[in-house]
């Protein structure tokens, strides 16, 4: 039950009294002591008098006569007369005193006024900040009317295929729009990675050219002519003339030619080891072209769909600013209606100067992508004095889920990494190079034969000439060489161990690859599932809001509230989609399977180089057997097969070829 107001203001009356000394008289039978002071005619007017044998006691002193106590049930107090909502001044009320320790509320010195605001408000003649259009200095779209915007749903998916329609001012007008195919065979033709690793192959089988060289005979064929001043050759006597015979003839001139072979007999075997070191880095030269299409092809893969994921975001945040701004509309025209305050605009004005910086930045994403994507496809541009792309992508951010065995997909890595085939070949290269550095113990053997002409020194017509053949052998052999040999062969043993720890973690670190690979591919499954029904609900929530907002139920920082969450579900499920394929690219080339890219891939290799390039990546090669000293400790010997290998689309497509072949 509330007090009444009359009895709240006896009471500070009291209460002022009792705290001035100032005490009701001894006969006063009134409840809030209406003798007091000049207080008796007022509030007699609204205190009916007590019952006579209701009397305070003489010693009581309280402001409401507590020995009294008289209840509402016997003494109800009459209603209050005169009082106007308590606003009736009385002339006569005690003060307060100051100093009660309540705290003191400042006073607004700066008050807000419109005229005080930094910017003023848009009225209806100016109206709100228009929608961009496409310019050759912004971002635009296809459609000038930007009816694209409000026309796309605000699924993700939706985002996705809208991209297509984004056209950077870094386009030329006359760009190719190419597929992900199209940009990866590309790649596949111009990449300086895969050109380099070409080039390499030529420069491995030319080197193991001249190493085995070293093995096979030498001929060389030895002219020699040999002129001198007659005046050098005064006084010479011919053989077989006494000086006082005849004149002496002037011999001036020579010739003889040398037609010599050499064949290396023996020479430690190091000849013969540094030959099949040539042989086997030939083959790691193979082995790395192929790595390096499949690392291509995944960063090509990435950086396409990177360029398709920014270009979503693009539209996503576009969409977000046009919300944005038609809340500003919105909220201007209830403005100048008078049916919300002024600060709904300028919070509506706010989020869409906030949603701007990420739209900038979605667009400057989209513009660096695609410098990224012409730069790692090795394209040129066409005309230096206008660097303006000379291709688009079309694509979209499609979700086919991939089922994934784990332990077949490890199998499958072991069995078919380039990466670990190389370096399983390196460390037999290195045992080899052990070989070589050995020989330096032994000695060295070679044997030479030729046919030799020459001509009379005497003769001075140059007619006359001796031949004949000649066999002979040279040898050598270190006896004491200060430890040379030692030094060398513990450096190459030593290498051979650092091969062989390193192919050791190669194969921990393939294994870590293919793990890492499924688990961010069921990373990207688990958020794309999660979030989609996310979307869907974040655009129903952002519809609600708004008519809520409409029906003057709901407040506008809802609708705000509504459009970030929706955004930010939006950007989540375009992300995760970007991680699966991404994921996928990754597992591919973890476990090097044959695609369509490669099977595509047929330059700068000439005939003879495709044929060594297939049959060293062969899916059922086996592998080479490690040195002896190593053969314990081999995490993947030749004898360890895997039975669940998951089988590359060229030998998918090789066995179907073989199964249409008729019978004869």
Same mark, same amino acid.
């Given at each position: ?17 009792? /705290? ?25 007017l609204t205190n009916l008098p007590v019952e006579a044998t209701n009397l305070p006691s003489p010693a009581d002193l309280s402001p409401t006569a507590a020995s009294v106590a008289p209840t509402l049930a016997t003494n109800p107090p009459a209603p209050p007369t005169g009082l106007n909502a308590g606003t009736n001044t009385f002339t006569n009320l005690p003060l307060v005193p100051e100093n009660t320790g309540l705290p003191q509320a400042p006073m607004i010195t700066n008050p807000v006024t419109p005229e005080s605001l930094p910017a003023p408000l848009p009225d209806t003649t100016t109206g709100p900040v228009p929608m961009a259009t496409p310019t050759a200095t912004n971002f635009g779209l296809i459609d000038e009317t930007m009816k694209l915007i409000h026309d796309v749903p ?28 199209? *940009?990866?065979?590309?790649? #596949? ?26 093995? #096979? ?33 002037? *011999? ?23 030959? &099949? ?29 990177? !360029? *398709?994921?920014? +270009? ?51 667009? %400057?994403?989209? $513009? *660096? ?37 784990? %332990? ?5 890595? /072991? ?10 070949? %390196?460390?037999? !290269? ?11 113990? /032994? ?45 060398? !062969? ?30 961010? #591919?069921?990373?990207?499954?688990? =958020? ?5 029904? =996310? ?7 952002? +519809?609600?809001? $708004? ?38 690219? &990754? ?11 490669? &099977?595509?891939?047929?330059?700068? #290799?000439?005939?003879?180089?495709? &044929? $060594?390039?297939?049959?060293? %990546? ?21 004898? !360890? ?10 030998? $998918? ?12």
């Amino acid at each position: 039950m509330k007090t009444p107001a009359y009895t709240i203001l006896a009471a500070w009356a009291m209460l002022a009294a009792d /705290l001035t000394g100032q005490q009701p008289a001894t006969n006063d039978a009134s409840i809030s002591g209406i003798s007091v002071d000049s207080q008796t005619t007022n509030q007699s007017l609204t205190n009916l008098p007590v019952e006579a044998t209701n009397l305070p006691s003489p010693a009581d002193l309280s402001p409401t006569a507590a020995s009294v106590a008289p209840t509402l049930a016997t003494n109800p107090p009459a209603p209050p007369t005169g009082l106007n909502a308590g606003t009736n001044t009385f002339t006569n009320l005690p003060l307060v005193p100051e100093n009660t320790g309540l705290p003191q509320a400042p006073m607004i010195t700066n008050p807000v006024t419109p005229e005080s605001l930094p910017a003023p408000l848009p009225d209806t003649t100016t109206g709100p900040v228009p929608m961009a259009t496409p310019t050759a200095t912004n971002f635009g779209l296809i459609d000038e009317t930007m009816k694209l915007i409000h026309d796309v749903p605000l699924s993700a998916e939706a985002l996705a295929k809208a991209g297509n329609k984004v056209v950077p001012n870094i386009i030329a007008k006359d760009a190719k729009r190419m597929n992900i195919d199209q *940009v990866v065979q590309f790649a #596949l033709a111009h990449n300086p990675d895969i050109l380099t690793a070409a080039q390499n192959i030529q420069r491995a089988s030319g080197n193991f050219v001249n190493v085995r060289a070293g093995l #096979l005979p030498r001929v060389t064929a030895s002219p020699a002519y040999t002129w001198l001043d007659p005046n050098i050759q005064q006084g010479q006597t011919p053989p077989g003339y006494s000086s006082g015979g005849i004149p002496s003839v002037q *011999v001036n001139q020579a010739w003889n030619i040398n037609f010599q072979g050499t064949q290396l007999i023996y020479d430690g075997w190091k000849t013969p080891a540094l030959t &099949e070191a040539a042989k086997l880095s030939e083959q790691i030269a193979y082995f790395q072209l192929r790595q390096t299409l499949d690392r291509v092809v995944a960063d090509v893969v990435r950086q396409f769909y990177q !360029v *398709v994921l920014n +270009r979503a975001l693009v539209i996503a945040n576009e969409q977000q600013v046009a919300l944005y701004k038609t809340q500003v509309t919105d909220q201007q025209s209830r403005y100048d209606a008078g049916t919300v305050p002024r600060f709904n605009v300028l919070q509506a004005q706010v989020q869409l100067a906030n949603s701007m910086p990420p739209l900038i930045t979605a667009e %400057n994403n989209l $513009r *660096v992508s695609m410098f990224r994507l012409i730069q790692l496809i090795g394209m040129d541009y066409p005309n230096l004095q206008n660097m303006k792309l000379p291709i688009d992508v079309t694509g979209e951010l499609g979700y086919y889920p991939r089922k994934i065995d784990d %332990n077949a997909s490890i199998h499958t890595a /072991l069995q078919r990494n380039p990466s670990l085939k190389a370096q399983r070949f %390196n460390i037999l !290269v290195t045992a080899k190079q052990v070989t070589a550095a050995i020989s330096g113990w /032994l000695p060295t053997i070679n044997a030479n034969g030729g046919y030799q002409i020459q001509s009379y020194k005497y003769d001075q017509s140059l007619t006359e000439t001796i031949e004949g053949w000649f066999f002979g052998a040279t040898g050598s052999w270190a006896i004491w060489d200060s430890l040379a040999t030692y030094g060398s !062969v513990k450096q190459a043993k030593a290498t051979m161990q650092n091969a062989k720890i390193a192919y050791d973690n190669a194969v921990r670190s393939v294994v870590t690859e293919v793990q890492t690979a499924i688990s961010n #591919l069921r990373q990207a499954k688990e =958020t794309i599932e999660s979030q989609r029904t =996310t979307v869907e609900q974040a655009a129903e929530a952002l +519809r609600l809001s $708004r008519e809520r907002l409409d029906a003057g139920a709901g407040v506008q920082l809802d609708v705000i509230n509504a459009q970030v969450q929706l955004l930010q579900a939006q950007t989540s499920v375009l992300q995760a989609l970007f991680n699966y394929i991404s994921a996928t690219a &990754e597992y591919d080339r973890a476990l090097s399977l044959h695609t369509q890219y490669e &099977e595509l891939f047929d330059d700068p #290799l000439n005939k003879w180089e495709k &044929e $060594r390039y297939k049959k060293y %990546n062969a899916q059922d090669r086996l592998r080479p057997q490690l040195p002896k000293s190593m053969r314990k400790e081999d995490p993947l010997p030749p004898s !360890v097969q895997f039975d669940n290998l998951i089988k590359s689309s060229s030998y $998918r497509k090789e066995q179907k070829a073989s199964k249409n072949q008729k019978p004869d």
